[in-house]
């Protein structure tokens, strides 16, 4: 499979009006809205690392290339892509950019839209667009780039990707503390591990029920992550400790944390400015309480909470809907995305946009709750 | 500097169109008439921004002073349908505020203040006329900083940074502007107020606010700019190394990059940059004789950070340093800073005239591509001084010459040409952090299909679709679909 | 820089052709425009050195006519305070330029009445030394301070000369080292002399208890700045002529200069006079042994004083920090005072808006670019602000009086002399 090929797929789908729902390796689908779709448009095919020089620290893959399949390639060079989305490693680089998917890591890296140097896009229209390019730096025109990652595949199809990597730190620990998540308890605990002298890749606040499923105990946890040279980590574990009572983790436990979501679960994302994290906390622990199997895993510094629910608790994702923070569904059963989870894409310049670069409709339609022409 | 070589088309008074002078009366009403400029004499300041090469003087220059001011213009603006150009401090290296005699400038200076700092989150809410290295000061207070620091620090202006997505010595670590814009108040064009990004988590939807930085003032006026303060490193440490061969610095740069340390900033000058700088009242210190300096910023948790200075200093030598300096004190690094800061102006020294380039190539790239610099430099006989970010492989080859010596100038621009060519085919691009402006508009279709450059005219589209904002800049008007359907379009309007 | 722009100069044979090569090195990078107060104050480029030194090119090109309005007023409302030299990278010389862009003005336009009335009566010492004893009359019925709360011009004139009142007592003392450091004359100055005489005696008595041999030298007069920022460049050099003549008459290693702008002229009639034949090596030679009076002090330590246990600001003035690029000395000068504390002063680099007689003919600016000076001083604490030039003594120490902020202003060299009149008064 070629990018000519999802050209081709693109018009043929126009042409023939019959919109596509676009899909990597197919392994997140459950996630976003339902598409309006008559075809799909797989991209498994469209796999394998174009371009790759680890000195300048970038490579180029196309879309349907497995992330596991990146750390495959890096891993040699003691180089990795620094984007760790949840869900487990079979899903696609395309992907990881089109839903803008972050995970831990992005409290130090950032997320997709700051690991992204440069894509080819097939747009609605049938063009082939290739912007950024392959370099760390670059300001040539509009930024494209931005603009098609996080855009759920509704604007153009993602074919290939160019990413900055990162070196491997030589040394990398997790280590774990339980945590009083009283709000008052919660909030001091976070206002002073912002000014310590740390400087984590991670840091992670677990429920109860996610910290025993990594091996950490059955109350709420903090899980750090650092990493440098030994002297570093030394000082920063050093620092650590003055919390609580700080005890190692393997490595893997972040592997647990981004796979322990079962496939249907509800999922939501509730953020507000880092300094509200601990009433984000409060707020959300409130809504599911009571409900088994709730898990809930924030990243502190962000002040993002992402709380997963059996998808057979509709009530619980209502009440989180209404917590003080901004709510973002990833995962719903279908029929609650229109009652609470409002399109992000209602406003002028978001219907403007997707008018200009997907003009039929043909791309992932209803995925962003847009209204879908009949 | 080359403000002679496209002089001001003369006509000592310019009649306004019926539209301009509708405007300019709306306008004064708003700001008042002490802060409208109409007059030729008054407008030949605004004919040049940082890259003087090109000077077109504006119909009319405005200065709003409030935000309300500021909205108000733009909304006249739209009802006038006259483009408007927005301008900060003028810094800009790519020609990118300069309107043509149809348009209009505002400038954004006397919007310059900083409107909240929040330390416990870490932002600054800013107006888009503050200056970059007055919020930093500002900020410095509370231990944190404002992270890209372009060169221009001292003058430029936030929302010129973010309609540029500037970059700095230190983007290296910490990233370009992009990275640290959290939220935007935007007017367009139109006239409609938006908010892009959010300052209360995270923004689901298209990344309009990443769209928006680096639009370089043709998606609309930034009215607000939120951005992410970082905090001041604990320990920092900064090593000058110095070679006899450009060559082998480059060496140790892609040596250092391999070695998986992040410098905050890792810079390059050569021979004649560090001349021109040691004749300045910036003189840092470098070596004169030296064919190259490389500047090594390391910092963060001071726990660990010497290990990296030794590893950092090892590499240096083993590329084939003559030496490597530790700056001792504060006062040594920030005059090792202000040298390199310093040297784009220190080259006025060189010659009365400077073209600046801006190109970025892929870092393994770097020895091959300046060899190649430099046999082009030999081949046209042009003095090149190159002053760069060699950590992220942007090159700024700049070229010093007398702009009154036409074959001179021919030479310059055909090295030039030559040297961005050889960017390219290194796998690199046209601009790291200038901007595309006016100056690098035909180097587009060099890097970019017609169908890309014709997708980013509809993005413009979307916030702009009369083309008032900033018109001519950034992507060719050829390269439009609608244009290319119908060549007789004239810029700025609309097939019908 | 190679040669002018010759056959192309539209003003052949004017101060402002001469320029050129200056107006040339600008390589319009804007990293002046946050170091230029009129800049701060008025928000417009064209009130920038940026945006002058491209009127200045306009000028040159013939695209702007030399009678342009519009260029007299953005050239006028320059301070002259040089703060964009200290900024630039490519060492425009931006003090030149303007002196030549006035002198070249001067030629189409006559200086304002005023200008013309002021400048003249500095020429004339008979008349100033009147005009000063009245002056000093007038300060004496303490009727300054009163009017100098009123508004407008008048106001604030009366409040500068309340501001000249002495705020240190000066009780002379006998202290005195070897004279070894070599024969020194004080400049006498004007407004010094007038106003400030204290100051003066400080000046001769701290010199000479830091072993400089202090001499009169005779004939002095006016140094010339206030006709050269104003772009009377012939009135400069006529009196600069005066002085030269009149300091090469006594055998002199020095020449120290309490008033920063005095001191900044004298240091220039090397460059003044470049193009005399006649003059221009003796111009040269004087110019060498000028020194600001706190750069003789602190080379001999300065000698430590007494406690005075006050807490004040300094401010530094623009001709001795941007124009004679001296940072150190002043504060050397205060450091050798036990248990005075110096609160910084923000913003230390900006000009206050004296600049000479800038704030009689500009008020409105001059009060835009000393309200933010004003202000910094006022978040210091500080009831003293020290300054070494009359100029800045006297619009700070106006604003302060005006809009009630602290005591007032002295020079450095007055805390320094009752620090030394201290010291011999109550022995340690």
Redesign the interface.
Known sequence: MTSSDVRDAVRDATAARAPLRIAGRGTWLHAGRPVNATRTLSLSDLGGVVHY??????LTARAGTTLGELTSATLPH?QFLALDPFGDPSGTLGATVAT?ASGPLAYAF?GP??NVIGLEVV?GDG?????G????????????T??F???WGT?GVITEVSVRL?????VDETYAMAVDDRPDQLSALI?AL??A???PLAMDLASPLLASRVGAGSTTTLLVRLA?????????RRVLDTFGDVHDMPVDVWNIVRTAEPASAIVA???????RMASVWTDAREAMAGVPGAMMIASVGR??ARCVLPETTPDAARRLARCD??V?FEQLPAALWKEIAP???S????R??RE??DPAHVLNPGV?GEAVAP | MAMAALPISEAASVALSPALERAASRLASIVGPRAILSRPSELVTYSADGLPFYRKRPALAVFPETREQLIAVVRALAEERVPFVPRGAGTGLSGGALAENDAVVIGLNRLRRIISIDPENRRAVVEPGAVNAGLTRAASEYGLHYAPDPSSQTACTIGGNVAENAGGPHCLKYGVTLNHVIALTVILPDGELVSLGSTEGERDGYDLLGAFVGSEGCFGVAVDVTVRLVKNPESVRTLLADYTAIVDAARAVSAIIASGVVPAAMEMMDGPTIRAVEASIYAAGYPVDADAVLLVELDGLAAGLEEDVALVERLCREAGARSVRVARDEAERARLWQGRKKAFGAMGRISPDLVVQDAVVPRTRLPDVLAEIHRIAQETGVLVCNVFHAGDGNLHPNIAYDARNPEATARVHHAMRAIMNACIAAGGTITGEHGVGLDKLDYMPLVFTDDTLDAMCRLRDVFDPERRANPGKVVPVRSCREWRMAPNTRRGELPA | MTAAVGPTCALPDTPLAAAVPGIMTCVHCGFCLQACPTYLALGDENDSPRGRILLMRSLVEGTLGIDDPDVHTHIDQCLGCRGCETACPSGVPYGHLLEATRATIALARPLPLVARLILRTFERPHLLAAMLAGARLLRATRLPRLLGRLPGRLGFAMAMLAATEGRVPHRPYTRRGTGARGATAVLRGCVMRGLYAETNRATERTLRANDYEVVDVAGQQCCGALHAHAGDLEGARRLARVNIAAFERSALSFIAVNAAGCGAMMKEYGHLLASDPLWAERAAAVSAKVRDATELLADAGPARGASLPLAITYDAPCHLLHAQRLVRPPLAVLGAIPDLEIVPLTDTDQCCGAAGIYNLLEPEVSGLVLTPKLANISATGAELVATGNPGCQMQIGAGMLRTRTGRGTVHPIDLLDASYSRAERSPT
Do not use: H, M, W, Y
């Open positions: 020089e680890p000195g300048d620290f970038t003691r803008a950032g839209r700051d747009t063009a082939i667009v290739r912007c390019g392959r370099v760390v730096k670059n300001v040539a025109g509009f930024d494209l931005r603009l990652t996080g855009a604007l990162r070196a491997l730190p030589a206002a912002r000014v002298s740390i400087a440098g040279n030994a002297a570093s980590v030394r000082a920063q994302r509730l953020s507000a400015r880092p300094s002040g993002i923070a901004t973002i399109s992000p894409v406003d002028r310049l978001s403007d946009i200009r670069f962003l």
